[in-house]
Structure formats: structure tokens, C-alpha cells
């Protein structure tokens, strides 16, 4: 089976390819902008009859796509995570009719859940800022195509590789420059849903595997929502932290908008025989030790590590 990837530089992306690689059965190819891919390819600036092209030479049976920005002018994310899925999805369509498509959208297309509840793929999205709102274009580009296609809506992402514009990487570069002192961080008293990197990536290959007709979207989450609090705690343990978080900072915006997120997975669990399988204190270990190595236990004199607030 040949799989055309795309966004494999990215922080999910690094985890899929390393899963679709170890297929017995496989053979990856991967494209994006650097020289060393096998299909040179923007989707910013691609054309649909171009990349058809191009896919009818590659012939995959399987395309993913990992592309995306969760940051950047409103142009820019609009040009990657609306235009760039469209294109796609229509370029497939053209080039390869009976591939299947598996696209990476985010649970920030749902908006604001409700206290308590949680948030299943048949509830109305309501995005609450640019992100979302070009996310969730780029899902209904995909999902309204004729394709077998899927949308894994992934909630928030962890792990070893978390990106330094992500609260985890961001706090454990943090930790680990200042092992000793004060680290400012916003408000962590919002709820969301995590998942582990690696889980991210054994749904994707849960869904190229599965010979079934999948439905057109699914929650890919831990299934409980954890307060943001938990990664700073959860960082703080796995460094030995003996200084001090003092949640005073500028927190996000589009996090500021939402201060409850948990998905229902039994979709997921149903079609794909997927449950997440990586806890989240396991995550933040594994962060951890891709920053900085092993931590170094404390000196039982030294002051107990603390998050400003949480006790």
C-alpha cells in the first residue's frame, strides 16, 4: 500500500510517519516544501489540476494530511487549513477517485463546550476565533467531497515533540532554562481534553487500516477533560522543579474563549477499535525527556516544587 503524507515535518506528523513507516505492508512517501520530500508541494499555492498530476503519477492508496497552522495571520491560517484541504480533497478526487483520504481537523471547530458535557461529532460547531473557523472549512471541504474520506477531529495534542508554541513545550524549555526560580505562565484553570501524540498516530493508522466505510468524522481524544493545571504539575513533577509557577502571564486569547472541552470518543472506539492508551502523566514524562533527559531527583531539603495557586 502506498501513503502520501503530508505535513510529516510537523509535530503530529513526526508521529504518523514513524507509525506508518513501521507498517509491514506500506511504502511512505511524504510531501511538502523541503527538497528532500518525495513531492515537492505547497497547498497555499498548489493548483487542483497540478496536483492531480502529480498524485495520478504517485498513484497512493492512501493519502493523510497533517498540514496545518494554528497560528498566524488570518490570511495565513485560512490559506493552510481552509484552501490547502480543499485543494487536496479536490485534486484526489480528480486524480485517484478510490483512495482514501484521512484528514487531521482539530477539536477547536466545536467552540465552547458545556460544563460537564461532552462534545460529540454530531453537535453543531461553533468556533469561536480564526483558527476554528479555517479548521472547520477545511473539514467540510473534505467532508462534502464524493472521497472515502475521513476527518480525525484531534483534540489537544501532547507529547514528546510538542512544538515550543504549545503551553507543554513552551513550560518544559521553560523548566528546564530556569530549574530553580519563577516561571510565569497565564491562567491554567480552563478544562481540555488531551491526547498523546502517539495516540494521534495509531488512530491514523486504525483508520488506513480499516477496510470498512468509515464515518465522515471522529473525536480523537483522551475521553476526559483535565484542567490545564494538570500539565504544569505534570511537568513540574517529571523535571523535579524546585521553583515556582506563578500563573500571573498573558494567557491565550482563543483559550480564554473556552473554558471547557472534553469529546466523546465511542465513535472513534466503535469504528476503529481505538482507545488511547498513553496517560497523560506518561505524556509530560516523555516531554520531559525529550527536552532536558531524565530528571534529577530532588534533594529532599529542597523546597517542594510548587504551582502558584493549587494548593
Aim: hydrophobic fraction near 45%.
Amino acid at each position: 500500500m502506498r501513503i502520501l503524507l503530508l505535513g510529516a515535518d510537523g509535530f503530529l506528523g513526526r508521529h504518523i510517519a514513524t507509525a506508518l513507516r513501521a507498517l509491514p505492508a506500506a511504502e511512505l512517501a511524504t510531501a511538502g516544501r523541503r527538497p528532500d520530500h518525495d513531492l515537492r508541494l505547497d497547498l497555499t499555492t498548489s493548483q487542483v489540476k497540478s496536483l492531480a498530476a502529480d498524485l495520478a503519477r504517485l498513484s497512493p492508496a492512501l493519502v493523510v494530511n497533517c498540514a496545518g497552522a494554528v497560528a498566524g495571520s488570518a490570511r495565513h491560517q485560512s490559506e493552510v487549513n481552509a484552501r490547502g484541504p480543499a485543494v487536496l480533497a479536490e485534486a484526489v478526487e480528480l486524480a485517484c477517485p478510490t483512495t482514501r483520504l484521512i484528514h487531521l481537523g482539530s477539536g477547536g471547530e466545536y467552540g465552547p463546550g458545556q460544563d460537564g458535557g461532552s462534545l460529540t461529532e454530531q453537535d453543531q460547531p461553533r468556533p469561536t476565533g480564526i483558527y476554528g473557523v479555517t479548521k472547520l472549512a477545511g473539514t467540510l471541504a473534505v467532508t462534502e467531497s464524493k472521497l472515502d474520506a475521513v476527518v480525525l477531529r484531534v483534540f489537544n495534542p501532547v507529547g514528546p515533540g510538542s512544538p515550543a508554541a504549545s503551553l507543554p513545550g513552551r513550560l518544559a524549555a521553560e523548566l528546564a532554562a530556569n530549574p530553580g526560580g519563577v516561571v510565569t505562565v497565564g491562567d491554567l484553570s480552563a478544562y481540555r481534553d488531551f491526547v498523546d501524540a502517539r495516540d494521534v498516530a495509531d488512530a491514523v493508522v486504525a483508520a488506513a487500516l480499516t477496510t470498512a466505510p468509515l464515518p465522515r468524522i471522529l473525536n480523537i481524544a483522551g475521553g476526559r477533560a483535565r484542567p490545564v493545571r494538570a500539565i504544569a504539575e505534570g511537568l513540574v513533577a517529571a523535571a523535579g522543579f524546585t521553583g515556582r509557577i506563578e500563573e500571573s502571564g498573558a494567557g491565550s486569547a482563543r483559550s480564554a474563549t473556552v473554558s471547557w472541552h472534553q469529546a466523546d470518543i465511542t465513535a472513534a472506539e466503535q469504528a476503529l477499535a481505538w482507545r488511547p492508551r498513553i496517560p497523560l502523566d506518561q505524556s509530560l514524562r516523555d516531554l520531559w525527556t525529550d527536552v532536558h533527559g531524565p530528571a534529577q531527583v530532588p534533594d529532599p531539603g529542597d523546597a517542594d516544587p510548587l504551582v502558584a495557586g493549587t494548593r
